[in-house]
């Protein structure tokens, strides 16, 4: 079945980086598009990144673009984002997301998800 | 950028009782919507897509409705395990925002 696992998150200082990765296991991830989704402590959820199943286009949320960079490995099903610049408003668990492969943008798998505390 | 605003934000409800959660987008959006639920501690899981369209697996209690602004979720017979967040979400053009929510208590 599909599993999406995240890593990579924990306590960076403001203006920071970080990268997170997410293993994809249980389906033919060059087939799929994929995302990263998040969520704020007590919030709601919110896109943040999503690319094209053979990397070829990038999309991104206003509040992340130009700090954030989504990329992947289809060689190693991986799923990478790579965060700089980073800031209080981006402490979230951050979710790797499969796309569900129609024409439209649906989340048909999630990650457990990962943690990123931006504190100093 | 298209809002989706969730209705109601809360809503404490009893076993096997009808619940309704409306989604109602700022500009039409065809049938570009779909539902999630996220246990407490858990991440989302889709339910619906395109509106009305039951994700696999889901249970036949969970229905969705609705086109252009207007979107409803419908779970018939409530069970206890249904205590959760839901969220819609559109896709019809960037970003994919989501609705803000709404928090279903069981009594």
């Known amino acids: 079945q599909v599993q999406l696992v995240e890593s990579g998150g924990g306590v960076v200082q403001p203006g920071g980086s970080l990268r997170l990765s997410c293993a994809a296991s249980?389906?033919?991830?060059?087939?799929?598009?994929m995302h990263w989704v998040r969520q704020a402590p007590g919030k709601g959820l919110e896109w943040v990144a999503f690319?094209?199943?053979?990397?070829?286009?990038?999309y991104y949320a206003d509040s992340v673009k130009g700090r954030f960079t989504v990329s992947r490995d289809n060689s190693k099903k991986m799923l990478i984002l790579e965060m700089n610049s980073l800031g209080a408003e981006d402490t979230a668990v951050y979710y790797c997301?499969?796309?569900?492969?129609?024409?439209?943008?649906?989340?048909?798998?999630w990650g457990p998800g990962t943690l990123v505390t931006v504190s100093s | 950028e298209i809002v989706l605003t969730q209705s109601p934000d809360f809503q404490s409800v009893t076993p096997k009782e009808k619940v309704t959660i409306t989604c109602r987008a700022s500009?039409?959006?065809?049938?570009?919507v779909h539902w999630y639920q996220q246990k407490p501690g858990q991440s989302p899981k889709l339910l619906i897509t395109?509106?009305?369209q039951s994700f696999s697996g889901v249970p036949s209690r969970f229905s969705g409705s609705g086109s252009g602004t207007d979107f409803t979720l419908t779970i018939n017979s409530l069970e206890a395990e249904d205590a959760a967040t839901y969220y819609c979400?559109?896709?019809?053009?960037?970003?994919?925002?989501f609705g803000q929510g709404t928090k279903l208590e069981i009594k």
């Open positions: 979400h559109r896709s019809n053009s960037l970003p994919y925002t």
């Open positions: 690319i094209r199943l053979d990397g070829s286009d990038e």
């Open positions: 395109y509106a009305s």
């Open positions: 249980g389906f033919n991830f060059n087939k799929y598009g």
């Open positions: 500009q039409s959006i065809g049938s570009n």
């Open positions: 997301a499969k796309d569900l492969g129609a024409a439209g943008i649906i989340f048909d798998h």
